[in-house]
């Protein structure tokens, strides 16, 4: 719920006199525990850490956005994330900067939005960018953004750069474009009959290497079809490109390669549970639809390289980390990103996720309603590489059963609890092990959370 506040300014800038300003604000407060019985599916005994080898902590996440709104001008948007802090490690009593054991503080996104006209918007800043299927750029980007408004396909313009570590001094004159990375998207939405269709193409160029520029240009789709019992759509990914002197002898590395999601919910499916990147806080049964029962089904595929590296072609796809799969070991936990979902820890990391054995993941999902306040999910995922060659010969890459009790302990209060069990194949072993690549030990983790937003 936003909280909407008259702010009466007396001082007042030249053409906007007389104009209604407002603040709206939004918070989220996230505590979270977690416990997993290992990092990895080896229970080898490292001699550095007699204690064991379990998971397992506390810590607190908080996200204040805050809304100055002009009327009918320009909305200025700032939005931060304070944490996730540990418990056990981010103090309170260290000033900030000065140890690595101060509180974790993010601005997220940092913008300014309009009109320039009737059928031109813009949206200017840090923030919060995806391509129509997530799957290629889902990201926090500088950048200049503009919507055109017209009768045939509404268009959304992105120009936009990613932040890199290349030194090019302190000082702002001796910054340049020489060595950065830049993105540049057109897409646009379009109803064709029952479906709607989100077409687009994204340039990037990532200059940051001296010697081994690269260039990709990628057209996407998104398929959707909503109606008021269930939703299904498909997404398609298809990357083409070159990295300058990328192959191991020199020359040029041509890239081609792809993804495609499929998935399909129904009923309380629709709804979901955790919270949406991007500053919007959606926690699932907050619409009351009257669904008690609701199931989902998605696949996600992403393309492999073949076994020889660095030859001259990749087919290995460019993977921003982030689907539409609901699973929580074997994809982005949506309760509370960590960073550990093994769709990242089996890629190359880089501005992207290379993924050079690919990737396969099919899940179901199921949703029942207990009460009106309560919610039992069941979530089961299948995981297989394309190229087992690029994973010690390992096909199977695990399976994944969660069991999630979600109680509103109000209307601003969500509690959740989750139990997970991964079951990994040889082929996640040999991505995430670090000592014994063969031992496939079955890991077990618990999360609960208490996220309270207004």
């Known amino acids: 719920m936003k909280s909407k506040i008259l702010i009466l300014l007396i001082l007042l800038p ?7 300003k407002y603040l709206e604000v939004n918070a989220q407060v996230q505590n979270v525990g977690v416990f997993k019985t290992d990092s990895d599916f080896d229970d080898t005994k490292p001699y550095y850490n007699p204690s064991g080898q379990t998971v397992g902590f506390f810590g607190t996440f908080f996200r204040p956005a805050i809304t100055l709104n ?29 140890t690595k054991d101060t509180l974790s503080l993010k601005h997220r996104q940092i913008y300014a939005e309009g009109k320039l006209s009737k059928n031109l918007s813009f949206r200017m800043g840090y923030q919060y960018f995806k391509e129509p299927t997530g799957l290629f750029i889902n990201h926090w980007l500088g950048g200049m953004r503009f919507g055109v408004e017209n009768d045939f396909i509404p268009l959304d313009i992105f120009i936009g750069q990613f932040p890199d570590q290349t030194y090019e001094g302190w000082e702002i004159d001796r910054n340049n474009f ?4 830049f993105v540049f998207s057109v897409s646009g939405t379009k ?3 029952e479906w709607n269709f989100e077409p687009g193409i994204v340039w990037f160029y990532d200059g940051v290497y001296v010697r081994k520029q690269m260039w990709l240009l990628t057209p996407v789709l998104s398929m959707n079809r909503k109606e008021k019992e269930w939703e299904a759509g498909i997404d398609i990914v298809f990357e083409g490109g070159r990295t300058n002197h990328g192959a191991y002898d020199g020359d040029d590395e041509t890239h081609a390669s792809g993804a495609l999601q499929v998935y399909y919910l129904n009923g309380l499916a629709m709804e979901g549970f955790g919270t949406a990147v991007g500053g919007k806080v959606v926690p699932g049964m907050t619409e009351k639809n009257g669904y008690k029962f609701g199931w989902g089904v998605s696949l996600l595929l992403l393309s492999p390289d073949d076994h020889l590296y660095h030859n001259g072609t990749n087919f290995g796809v460019f993977y921003s980390g982030r689907s539409r799969s609901p699973t929580l070991i074997l994809t982005e936990d949506e309760l509370r990103d960590r960073g550990d979902n093994l769709d990242e820890r089996s890629g190359e990391k880089g501005t992207f ?7 396969g993941i099919l899940d179901g999902s199921v949703y029942y309603k207990l009460t009106d306040k309560i919610m039992l999910s069941g979530i089961a995922g299948n995981a297989f590489v394309l190229n087992k060659r690029n994973a010690l010969d390992g096909v199977y890459f695990g399976t994944e059963f969660d069991v999630i009790l979600r109680w509103m302990l109000s209307s601003h209060i969500v509690f959740d609890l989750v139990n997970s069990a991964f079951v990994p194949g040889k082929a996640a072993s040999a991505f995430v092990n670090d000592m014994d690549k063969e031992k496939q030990i079955p890991q ?11």
Not at 353 to 359: D, K, N, P, S, T
């Open 70 to 98: 002009v009327k009918d001008i320009i909305n200025i948007y700032y939005e931060i994330e304070v944490g996730l802090n540990i418990w056990s490690r981010n103090s309170l009593e260290q000033l900030y900067g000065e």
């Open 353 to 359: 996720y290379l993924m050079r054995a690919g990737l």
């Open 178 to 181: 020489t060595q950065d990375r």
């Open 191 to 193: 109803k064709i009959g």
């Open 14 to 20: 030249l053409g906007a006199f007389a104009q209604e």
């Open 444 to 454: 077990y983790m618990l999360e609960a959370s208490l996220n309270a937003f207004f």
